[in-house]
């Protein structure tokens, strides 16, 4: 658990980018795949 460690700012930053990042990659991937049906 992150909770209870103490992240500074930068870290904190760093990780929400990292989650967004998954994020976006595996919207993309979904993306392909629904486009690749719809061929």
């Known amino acids: 658990k992150l909770s209870n460690v103490r992240l500074t700012n930068k870290q904190k930053r760093a990780i929400i980018e990292d989650e ?6 595996t919207a993309i ?3 392909k795949k629904i ?3 719809l061929d």
């Open 20 to 25: 967004a990042i998954d994020r976006e990659q």
């Open 29 to 31: 991937k979904k993306l």
């Open 35 to 37: 486009l690749k049906l």
